[in-house]
Protein backbone atom coordinates (compact mmCIF):
# COMPACT_ATOMS: atom_id res chain seq x y z
CA UNK A 1 0.00 0.00 0.00
CA UNK A 2 1.73 3.67 -0.73
CA UNK A 3 2.05 5.23 1.55
CA UNK A 4 2.92 9.23 2.76
CA UNK A 5 4.71 9.72 6.15
CA UNK A 6 5.08 13.10 7.84
CA UNK A 7 6.99 14.50 10.27
CA UNK A 8 6.81 16.34 13.38
CA UNK A 9 2.93 15.96 13.27
CA UNK A 10 2.97 19.31 14.58
CA UNK A 11 5.79 22.11 15.44
CA UNK A 12 5.62 26.26 16.81
CA UNK A 13 8.45 28.32 15.85
CA UNK A 14 8.84 32.26 16.34
CA UNK A 15 8.18 34.74 13.89
CA UNK A 16 11.37 34.96 11.82
CA UNK A 17 12.81 31.80 12.31
CA UNK A 18 13.04 29.18 9.79
CA UNK A 19 11.62 25.50 9.84
CA UNK A 20 11.90 22.47 7.97
CA UNK A 21 9.06 19.72 7.61
CA UNK A 22 9.87 15.96 6.65
CA UNK A 23 7.87 13.54 3.86
CA UNK A 24 9.36 9.77 3.55
CA UNK A 25 6.97 8.14 1.13
CA UNK A 26 6.81 4.51 -0.49
CA UNK A 27 4.59 5.05 -3.28
CA UNK A 28 5.83 3.61 -6.55
CA UNK A 29 6.13 3.90 -9.52
CA UNK A 30 7.27 7.38 -8.38
CA UNK A 31 5.24 10.07 -10.75
CA UNK A 32 5.33 13.56 -8.40
CA UNK A 33 5.14 14.76 -5.46
CA UNK A 34 3.17 18.05 -4.17
CA UNK A 35 3.62 20.51 -1.19
CA UNK A 36 -0.27 22.16 -0.58
CA UNK A 37 -0.71 24.47 2.38
CA UNK A 38 -4.11 24.61 3.89
CA UNK A 39 -5.33 27.20 6.39
CA UNK A 40 -7.58 26.04 8.91
CA UNK A 41 -11.50 25.81 7.05
CA UNK A 42 -10.18 26.09 3.85
CA UNK A 43 -8.86 24.62 0.70
CA UNK A 44 -5.38 23.18 -0.21
CA UNK A 45 -3.43 26.03 -1.81
CA UNK A 46 -0.47 24.39 -4.14
CA UNK A 47 3.23 24.94 -3.26
CA UNK A 48 5.20 23.48 -5.27
CA UNK A 49 5.36 20.33 -7.58
CA UNK A 50 8.05 18.02 -8.41
CA UNK A 51 9.16 15.05 -10.43
CA UNK A 52 11.70 12.66 -9.78
CA UNK A 53 14.11 15.10 -12.18
CA UNK A 54 13.87 17.64 -9.69
CA UNK A 55 15.60 17.98 -6.54
CA UNK A 56 14.70 21.34 -5.72
CA UNK A 57 11.71 23.78 -6.67
CA UNK A 58 11.51 27.37 -4.69
CA UNK A 59 7.92 29.39 -4.64
CA UNK A 60 9.10 32.87 -2.61
CA UNK A 61 10.26 31.71 1.07
CA UNK A 62 9.00 28.09 0.44
CA UNK A 63 11.71 25.59 -0.62
CA UNK A 64 11.14 21.77 -1.69
CA UNK A 65 13.38 19.22 -1.74
CA UNK A 66 12.79 15.96 -3.33
CA UNK A 67 15.34 12.79 -2.59
CA UNK A 68 13.74 10.25 -5.39
CA UNK A 69 16.38 7.89 -4.42
CA UNK A 70 15.59 8.07 -0.75
CA UNK A 71 12.26 8.52 -1.15
CA UNK A 72 11.69 11.73 0.95
CA UNK A 73 11.17 15.58 0.48
CA UNK A 74 11.58 18.30 2.58
CA UNK A 75 9.78 21.66 2.91
CA UNK A 76 11.55 24.36 4.16
CA UNK A 77 9.75 27.90 4.90
CA UNK A 78 12.46 31.01 5.07
CA UNK A 79 12.03 33.73 7.79
CA UNK A 80 8.39 32.65 9.08
CA UNK A 81 5.77 34.89 9.22
CA UNK A 82 2.65 34.50 11.31
CA UNK A 83 0.77 34.04 7.73
CA UNK A 84 2.53 30.83 7.38
CA UNK A 85 0.58 29.43 10.24
CA UNK A 86 -1.32 26.21 8.62
CA UNK A 87 -1.29 22.76 8.01
CA UNK A 88 1.46 21.46 4.94
CA UNK A 89 -0.18 18.46 3.23
CA UNK A 90 2.44 16.18 0.99
CA UNK A 91 1.07 14.53 -1.75
CA UNK A 92 2.84 11.70 -3.74
CA UNK A 93 1.70 10.25 -7.53
CA UNK A 94 1.87 6.88 -8.31
CA UNK A 95 3.01 6.79 -12.09
CA UNK A 96 0.92 3.87 -13.11
CA UNK A 97 -2.36 4.48 -11.30
CA UNK A 98 -3.38 7.91 -12.67
CA UNK A 99 -5.16 10.46 -10.19
CA UNK A 100 -4.49 8.16 -7.57
CA UNK A 101 -2.82 10.74 -5.15
CA UNK A 102 -1.65 9.55 -1.72
CA UNK A 103 -2.06 12.47 1.29
CA UNK A 104 -0.07 12.68 4.24
CA UNK A 105 -1.66 13.55 7.21
CA UNK A 106 -0.05 16.81 7.25
CA UNK A 107 2.14 18.54 9.67
CA UNK A 108 0.64 21.72 11.38
CA UNK A 109 2.55 24.64 11.63
CA UNK A 110 2.05 27.39 14.23
CA UNK A 111 4.15 30.71 14.12
CA UNK A 112 4.21 33.16 17.17
CA UNK A 113 4.84 36.79 17.28
CA UNK B 1 -3.82 30.86 -10.96
CA UNK B 2 -7.29 28.20 -11.99
CA UNK B 3 -10.10 28.54 -9.48
CA UNK B 4 -12.14 25.78 -7.92
CA UNK B 5 -15.11 27.43 -6.66
CA UNK B 6 -17.31 25.00 -4.19
CA UNK B 7 -20.68 26.11 -2.48
CA UNK B 8 -21.84 26.58 -0.43
CA UNK B 9 -18.99 26.84 2.34
CA UNK B 10 -21.38 26.45 5.33
CA UNK B 11 -24.45 24.26 5.27
CA UNK B 12 -26.39 22.97 8.14
CA UNK B 13 -28.94 20.56 7.88
CA UNK B 14 -31.66 18.41 9.86
CA UNK B 15 -31.15 14.30 10.30
CA UNK B 16 -33.00 12.91 7.44
CA UNK B 17 -32.30 15.83 4.53
CA UNK B 18 -30.05 15.59 1.55
CA UNK B 19 -27.57 18.54 1.03
CA UNK B 20 -25.95 18.84 -2.38
CA UNK B 21 -22.32 20.51 -2.59
CA UNK B 22 -21.47 21.78 -6.21
CA UNK B 23 -18.28 22.08 -7.65
CA UNK B 24 -17.11 24.09 -10.15
CA UNK B 25 -14.33 24.79 -12.31
CA UNK B 26 -14.17 28.71 -13.04
CA UNK B 27 -11.65 29.28 -15.93
CA UNK B 28 -10.36 25.80 -17.00
CA UNK B 29 -12.42 22.69 -18.33
CA UNK B 30 -12.25 19.58 -15.87
CA UNK B 31 -12.86 15.97 -17.40
CA UNK B 32 -11.85 14.83 -13.78
CA UNK B 33 -13.27 15.95 -10.58
CA UNK B 34 -12.09 14.05 -7.26
CA UNK B 35 -14.53 14.44 -4.20
CA UNK B 36 -12.89 14.34 -0.51
CA UNK B 37 -13.87 13.89 3.77
CA UNK B 38 -11.77 15.40 5.85
CA UNK B 39 -12.30 14.92 9.76
CA UNK B 40 -10.51 17.87 12.15
CA UNK B 41 -7.17 17.89 12.18
CA UNK B 42 -6.76 14.35 9.65
CA UNK B 43 -5.92 14.18 5.80
CA UNK B 44 -8.05 14.09 3.04
CA UNK B 45 -9.71 11.22 2.31
CA UNK B 46 -10.54 10.76 -1.23
CA UNK B 47 -14.50 9.51 -1.71
CA UNK B 48 -15.13 9.05 -5.43
CA UNK B 49 -13.44 10.32 -8.54
CA UNK B 50 -15.76 12.37 -10.81
CA UNK B 51 -15.62 11.96 -14.97
CA UNK B 52 -17.79 13.95 -16.96
CA UNK B 53 -20.55 12.21 -18.76
CA UNK B 54 -19.97 8.87 -16.90
CA UNK B 55 -20.31 7.15 -13.70
CA UNK B 56 -18.29 8.71 -10.49
CA UNK B 57 -15.78 5.89 -9.52
CA UNK B 58 -16.04 5.40 -5.85
CA UNK B 59 -13.42 4.43 -3.12
CA UNK B 60 -13.86 1.62 -0.95
CA UNK B 61 -15.92 1.60 1.77
CA UNK B 62 -17.87 5.25 0.80
CA UNK B 63 -21.06 4.47 -0.38
CA UNK B 64 -22.74 5.36 -3.30
CA UNK B 65 -26.02 5.46 -2.96
CA UNK B 66 -25.67 7.67 0.07
CA UNK B 67 -23.01 10.23 -1.28
CA UNK B 68 -24.60 10.86 -5.36
CA UNK B 69 -22.00 12.18 -7.59
CA UNK B 70 -22.96 13.66 -11.06
CA UNK B 71 -20.49 15.53 -13.18
CA UNK B 72 -22.42 17.09 -15.85
CA UNK B 73 -20.61 18.62 -17.70
CA UNK B 74 -16.70 20.02 -18.07
CA UNK B 75 -17.15 22.80 -15.31
CA UNK B 76 -19.35 21.12 -12.93
CA UNK B 77 -19.51 18.24 -10.44
CA UNK B 78 -21.94 17.74 -7.71
CA UNK B 79 -22.18 16.29 -4.30
CA UNK B 80 -25.40 15.18 -2.81
CA UNK B 81 -25.27 13.63 0.76
CA UNK B 82 -28.47 12.04 0.85
CA UNK B 83 -31.02 11.16 4.20
CA UNK B 84 -27.77 12.87 6.17
CA UNK B 85 -27.03 11.66 9.66
CA UNK B 86 -24.84 13.18 12.15
CA UNK B 87 -21.93 11.40 11.16
CA UNK B 88 -21.65 12.84 7.81
CA UNK B 89 -21.23 16.23 9.59
CA UNK B 90 -17.36 16.53 7.80
CA UNK B 91 -15.24 18.76 5.96
CA UNK B 92 -15.96 18.05 2.04
CA UNK B 93 -13.21 19.09 -0.45
CA UNK B 94 -13.22 19.17 -4.21
CA UNK B 95 -10.83 19.12 -6.37
CA UNK B 96 -10.46 19.71 -10.59
CA UNK B 97 -6.94 18.75 -12.63
CA UNK B 98 -6.10 21.01 -15.51
CA UNK B 99 -4.65 18.52 -17.38
CA UNK B 100 -3.35 14.53 -16.39
CA UNK B 101 -2.34 14.15 -12.98
CA UNK B 102 1.03 12.68 -13.41
CA UNK B 103 1.90 16.49 -14.69
CA UNK B 104 -1.04 18.51 -14.75
CA UNK B 105 -1.97 21.04 -11.59
CA UNK B 106 -4.35 19.68 -9.21
CA UNK B 107 -6.64 22.73 -7.82
CA UNK B 108 -8.81 22.65 -4.65
CA UNK B 109 -12.18 24.04 -3.87
CA UNK B 110 -12.73 26.30 -0.58
CA UNK B 111 -13.93 23.45 1.01
CA UNK B 112 -17.63 22.77 2.37
CA UNK B 113 -18.38 22.19 5.87
CA UNK B 114 -21.84 20.27 6.79
CA UNK B 115 -23.22 20.10 9.90
CA UNK B 116 -26.05 17.53 10.45
CA UNK B 117 -27.91 18.24 13.30
Known amino acids: KNQVEQSPQSLIILEGKNCTLQ??????????LRWYKQDTGRGPVSLTIMTFSENTKSNGRYTATLDADTKQSSLHITASQLSDSASYICVVSAALNDYKLSFGAGTTVTVRA | GAVVSQHPSRVICKSGTSVKIECRSLDFQATTMFWYRQFPKKSLMLMATSNEGSKATYEQGVEKDKFLINHASLTLSTLTVTSAHPEDSSFYICSASSGRAEGGELFFGEGSRLTVL
Open chain 1, 23 to 32: CNYTVSPFSN
